[in-house]
């Protein structure tokens, strides 16, 4: 096995595309990132990405504060646009059109790319309605449908059994983890194609992020997921896939056992052994 | 070596601590000086024209002689004049907030009307009176009508309206705009199902204290040059009224001493409607305010 990794990589290492990994032919590509550039204003916040993002694979997206990935992960949804001062040149083909193009409405694009937040951000509503929430914005309003959605999305997210007795209750009250699986289920309710996920677990407690982690497992059947994270352990248990970000630039790409067990690049296995960040 | 020296920092301890004693005795005057100041005023109304408050005071219009005077049309007018108010203000105050906060890009130019919405509050009322004489009862011809005090009254209160309803909008958390833009809504829907829910406490609480200010307001409609003494009650939007502060000013204005007691018994009254609006204020506040 450990073998194996090592000619893989060796492979990556002398044709010389860290940022290419070695794709099995079989994946479909979801995201394709083309020469992707970012300013926020005068600071040049991402610069030349090249990635290419697959279906049904979970993405961990890792690197020391400041270095873009979280920018990268809101592009991926057009999100990045609520800072006024951005410009962005280069693509991102999603499903074959290039999301960055002024034609393809972020509302559009919203509904098939879901998100998860850093803190858990639910509605001051009731946990039904949180859940309904996406699906009434685009126009469902038949009760039993809507019921349907609301039972799926929260077994999907692995939360129906806690909260099925309280659905009117505010969501307020639930704790932070449960919170953040509410937002997890309200995501799925649209049912997306892609859920980003910004640093979902780190604001909450081990044995919330435990359960996370495995809805993430679970997902990646149905969903294809990109996960920024700051925990490296995190992004080694559950990705099957990693990019290394510094200073807004894709050091490295590959699997995620490669990228832990014999990275590339220096830069690479010095954070991952916590030389800095 | 040390740089703090004990000896000094010790005699110095003895005056910092009288000094910090002395500063708190000073707030505590300023304090006691508005609140003394306030009990006297509320002692010498009640007073004086607890004696003239009766039902009768309530159903009478207004007359010759005091002990026949009643505030009757002062109060149904002013009423009168909120109902235009109420909508007039609210409507066009929390639109122009949402536009500033959701809408607006951030640049000079919408600075510059943010910071002058802030200005124009402070503009004394008179100011606006002369306004709305000008624009509304000479200009659209609507004379000396509820409709066209309403109008002036709204104008008053609108930068007050617009500037509550911005701070209430802009204290709710990003992070929950954010999450129904995640979900492929539009700014409109965002704002109605998400921003509005959450900010409208804020917007009401703002709202009906500027309105408190307008139906204490005299200035304006003394420049318009409402009547006093009037004997029927307004039909219409269009209708002549008169309203609480122009009664009680011009009861304070007459000679006859009794006039004063009943101009205090109008003040008790219009207090009392003051009261009642801040205190729905308060219980909307309290009620219904979103913490996250």
């Known amino acids: ?277 | 070596m040390r740089y703090m020296d004990d000896t000094v920092v010790m005699k110095r301890m003895t005056k910092r601590i009288t000094f910090n004693k002395v500063w708190k005795s000073f707030f505590f005057l300023a304090t006691t000086f508005a609140l003394v100041t306030l009990v006297i005023l509320l002692y010498r109304i009640v007073t004086q024209g607890v004696d003239y408050l009766s039902i009768d005071f309530l159903t009478n219009f207004a007359s010759r002689f005091a002990d026949k005077a009643g505030i009757k049309a002062a109060l149904i007018g002013s009423l009168w004049l909120m109902a235009v108010v109420a909508p007039v203000s609210i409507i066009l105050g929390v639109g122009t907030a949402i536009y500033l906060e959701e809408y607006a890009k951030k640049n000079r130019l919408n600075d510059f009307i943010r910071m002058n919405i802030s200005n124009l509050a402070g503009v004394p009322s008179i100011v606006f009176g002369l306004l709305g004489l000008t624009i509304f009862v000479r200009m659209l011809g609507l004379g000396k009508s509820v409709l066209a005090a309403g109008f002036t009254m709204s104008l008053l209160i609108l930068p007050v309206i617009i500037v509550a309803a911005q701070e209430a909008i802009r204290a709710v958390p990003n992070e929950q705009r954010e999450a129904s833009y995640g979900m492929g809504a539009t700014k409109w829907q965002t704002i109605v199902h998400v921003v509005l829910p959450a900010a409208i406490p804020g917007i009401l609480t703002g709202s009906i204290l500027a309105m408190s200010r307008a139906i204490g307001e005299t200035a304006p409609l003394v420049v318009i040059g409402i009547p006093v003494i009037l004997q029927f009650l307004p039909n219409g939007l269009l209708s002549q009224f008169t309203a609480l502060p122009m009664q009680i000013y011009d009861w304070a204005k007459r000679p006859q001493e009794a006039f004063q007691y009943v101009a205090s018994a109008g003040i008790l009254v219009l207090m009392t409607v003051l009261l009642l609006m801040n205190s729905i204020a308060i219980f909307i506040r309290n009620k219904f305010q979103k913490r996250y």
Request: hydrophobic share 35%; with cysteine.
């Open chain 1, 1 to 277: 096995m450990v073998l194996g990794v090592k000619e893989e990589n060796t492979i990556v290492k002398s044709i010389h595309t860290a940022t290419k990994p070695s794709a099995d032919v079989a994946k479909k590509i979801v995201y394709d990132t083309r020469n992707l550039n970012l300013w926020y204003g005068d600071h040049h916040g991402l610069k030349d990405i090249n990635l290419s993002i697959y279906e049904n694979e979970v993405t961990a997206i890792i690197g020391p504060s400041g270095c873009g990935k979280s920018t990268y992960l809101k592009t991926l949804n057009r999100m990045v646009e609520l800072v006024p001062s951005v410009r962005t040149s280069g693509e991102i083909v999603y499903r074959e059109r290039n999301i960055l193009d002024k034609s393809y409405t972020v509302e559009e694009l919203r509904t098939r790319v879901g998100m998860v937040f850093q803190k858990p951000n639910p509605f001051p509503k009731s946990i039904y309605d949180n859940i309904a929430y996406g699906p009434r914005i685009h126009g469902i309003k038949n009760k039993k449908i809507l019921d349907e959605i609301v039972e799926k999305s929260l077994r999907g997210a692995a939360i129906w059994d806690e909260v099925k007795d309280r659905l009117n209750q505010n969501a307020y009250g639930l704790s932070g983890g449960q919170q953040q699986r509410i937002c997890i289920a309200r995501c799925l309710a649209i049912e997306p194609d892609v859920i980003l996920m910004d640093e979902p677990t780190s604001a909450l407690d081990p044995i919330s992020t435990l359960k996370v982690e495995e809805l993430v497992q679970e997902l990646k059947k149905d969903y294809s997921i990109i996960i920024v994270t700051h925990n490296m352990q995190q992004a080694a248990r559950i990705s099957d896939r990693t990019a290394f970000f510094l200073s807004g630039e894709v050091v490295e790409y590959d699997k995620t056992d490669v990228i832990f067990q014999t990275p590339a690049d220096q830069r690479t296995e010095d954070y991952i052994s916590g030389r800095f960040g």
